[in-house]
């Protein structure tokens, strides 16, 4: 993993955010990219806020200064300025963020989960990292400290999206222990039974003993809550899979996962995969 995303438009005034981030980065070795989209500037790029009055860049639009020189002060003493970059852009939103992504190899996309509910200067900024976005997001519950994540939990339904998630994990964070929880709904057929088994079987084959498996009888709500009130902290962090959604589906079918995101105490990995064609 080598570069973060922070949306100062959707999280920056959330300071213990901006503190996760840069402690995030320092001990992931990764650089901190911190874009605002601004109605009033063209576009700008420093390695720090410091900097504006090293390059005698003047900017109209005084909260943008300040939102700079508060993200400057809260990582102060935690991450060196060279794994900090700042950049101010105007545009169509979604246009910008997907070029930005793109353009700086971003791995995971920073967010709390008190910032999904509230309002952004995103329009329906939601949405945009939900549904339209494919980069991965890590979601942060409220007054959360900083903890490498050693243990995940990855919530399975034995599909070939999961495979290819479990994959992605490992390349963010090297050699992850990993907890693969299904939980069930109803029994698995006696054929259904025998493909799990092979699937992990692989699993296990491919990532030795790092990987574990349990089913549970359980719902989601009911589990999350679980976690949320367990004496200790199990794992470092849950994993769960959400299908992009096209406009149709989104009024008829809504997700659910922004619902459960809300109410998880621990950090969250959402990795987004395109609805199948039917």
């Known amino acids: ?6 949306i100062s438009n959707v999280s920056a005034k959330n300071e213990q955010l901006v503190e996760y981030a840069a402690k995030f980065c320092k001990h992931y070795g990764c650089k901190l990219h911190i874009l605002h989209f601004s109605e ?5 790029l420093v390695s720090s806020s410091k900097y504006y009055k090293d390059f005698n860049i003047k900017h ?6 300040k939102l700079s020189q508060k993200i400057t002060k809260i990582t102060t003493g935690i991450l060196e300025r060279s794994f900090i970059q700042i950049k101010i852009e105007k545009g169509n939103e979604d246009k910008i963020l997907k070029s930005f992504i793109h353009e700086n190899f971003i791995d ?6 008190s910032d999904l509910n509230k309002q952004a200067d995103i329009p329906n900024h939601k949405n945009v990292l939900i549904n339209i976005i494919n980069t991965p997001l890590i979601v942060i519950p409220a007054y959360h400290i900083f903890k490498p994540l050693a243990k995940f939990n990855f919530l399975t339904t034995h599909t070939k999206n999961d495979f290819e998630n479990i994959k992605k994990l490992n390349h963010l964070y090297t050699h992850p222990n990993l907890v693969l929880t299904h939980l069930l709904s109803k029994d698995l057929t006696e054929i259904e039974k025998i493909k799990v088994n092979k699937w992990i079987a692989f699993l296990k084959e491919k990532y030795a003993d790092r990987i574990e498996y349990e089913t549970l009888r359980i719902s989601l709500k009911d589990y999350i809550q679980n976690q949320n009130f367990a004496s200790s902290d199990k794992y470092g962090a849950l994993v769960f899979s959400t299908n992009k959604r096209n406009f149709w589906s989104r009024i008829f079918d809504p997700s659910t996962t922004l619902r459960f ?3 998880v105490e621990i950090p969250s990995i959402i990795f987004k995969i395109d609805e199948p064609i039917t």
């Open 60 to 65: 109209d639009n005084e909260q943008l200064k």
């Open 1 to 6: 993993m080598k570069n973060l995303l922070l």
């Open 40 to 44: 009033h500037s063209a576009p700008i």
């Open 261 to 263: 995101l809300c109410m």
């Open 108 to 113: 995971l996309i920073l967010i709390g989960n």
